[in-house]
């Protein structure tokens, strides 16, 4: 078995033992995930039949110049430049289907650059950068306050009288760290890792956005390592299979 895996999912057995390191997680928790992965196999093929087609998520890729390798910072800051998009056009949007849409846009975004975050960059931070452990340990919290108010945000509806307030208050906490992660943390980590390396991380966290969460989830593992990659791997399929229902930006605002 995997060190990724320090519990033994319901397909390898009926016995199913938790590492009492991630005790938040329920057995009932990784049943519903292994479901989830099921049924959104028999979505896939229905949607797939279906006359109304599903809006996905917007899915920009980040293209470096051709032979030139890309460096994480520069991923880094383009989902920042996204997620800005995002927060602007919930603001602008004409009426509470707009809005609706690129809320759920914000989102997705946000919840999966957090998590590929703490899997990727921080350990790499910690590595590579002297004193990089109290960096990253700062990144983490603040990245908690920002999960709080995304969770409490993706609860709320444009009706809502804390639908906006919530939204400027969750913007000025991300951009206080924005500005810091960009003018602090990610220099020190350029500084201190060589560009294979950083193309390295910058692959690795493009692809760790694929698996995570699309949602909030505040009381998961935030330190990285095997505990929030299982978190991971076990509410990703529920938030995609939640993903499949909600509404996305029409095509033509891509």
């Not at 993903?243 to 996305?248: A, I, W």
Request: proline share 7%; glycine share 4%.
């Amino acid at each position: 078995m995997s060190s990724l895996f320090p519990f033994r999912p319901p397909f390898l057995g009926s016995c199913v033992t938790l590492h009492p390191s991630i005790d938040r997680l329920s057995k009932s928790d990784i049943a519903l995930s292994i479901n989830a992965m099921q049924t959104t196999k028999i979505l896939s093929r229905a949607s797939a039949l279906s006359f109304q087609p599903i809006a996905m998520p917007i899915s920009r890729s980040f293209a470096s110049s051709l032979g030139v390798m890309q460096r994480v910072s520069e991923l880094i800051k383009h989902d920042h430049a996204e997620l800005r998009i995002y927060k602007n056009n919930i603001l602008k949007g004409k009426d509470a289907d707009e809005k609706v849409r690129w809320q759920n846009q914000f989102i997705w975004e946000l919840a999966r650059h957090s998590v590929a975050e703490e899997l990727v960059v921080y350990p790499a931070m910690e590595k590579n950068i002297p004193g990089g452990k109290d960096l990253a340990d700062r990144d983490r919290t603040e990245h908690q306050r920002v999960k709080d108010l995304l969770y409490k945000f993706q609860k709320l509806r444009p009706a809502d009288n804390e639908f906006e307030p919530t939204l400027h208050t969750l913007w000025n906490d991300l951009e206080s760290h924005i500005k810091e992660e960009e003018n602090k943390d990610l220099p020190l980590l350029e500084k201190h890792t060589p560009e294979i390396e950083s193309a390295n991380l910058s692959t690795d966290f493009g692809r760790t956005k694929g698996f995570v969460p699309s949602r909030s989830h505040p009381n998961s593992p935030n330190t990285g390592g095997p505990f929030e990659t299982a978190f991971g791997l076990m509410t990703a399929p529920v938030d995609r299979l939640g993903d499949l229902f909600r509404r996305f930006p029409k095509a033509s605002a891509r």
